[in-house]
């Protein structure tokens, strides 16, 4: 990927779809510069987790534990 495209990633969508199909879809990816927008987004959630910014607002919709499941499955990815 190119050094300007500091996301590591594209997706398109292209209006006129293949024959017989409803829709086409193109990714490019960078698998590499991927672990490096996965680290950024987990250090800004652990930032604002901490604090417990917005968390008052998914309480009575789920378990607040399931934040501390999705912080664990993206540090194994990354």
């Not at 050094?3 to 590591?8: L, P």
């Not at 829709?23 to 604002?48: D, E, M």
């Not at 901490?50 to 919709?61: A, G, L």
């Amino acid at each position: 990927m190119v050094r300007w495209n500091e996301e590591g990633f594209k997706v398109g969508h292209c209006h006129q779809a293949p024959l017989n199909m409803d829709y086409s879809v193109l990714a490019l990816s960078n698998n590499t510069g991927t672990r490096h927008i996965l680290n950024r987004l987990r250090q800004r959630f652990v930032k604002i987790y901490k604090q417990r910014v917005f968390v008052h607002h998914y309480e009575k919709y789920m378990d607040v534990g399931h934040f501390d499941t999705a912080l664990e499955s993206c540090t194994n990815v990354i």
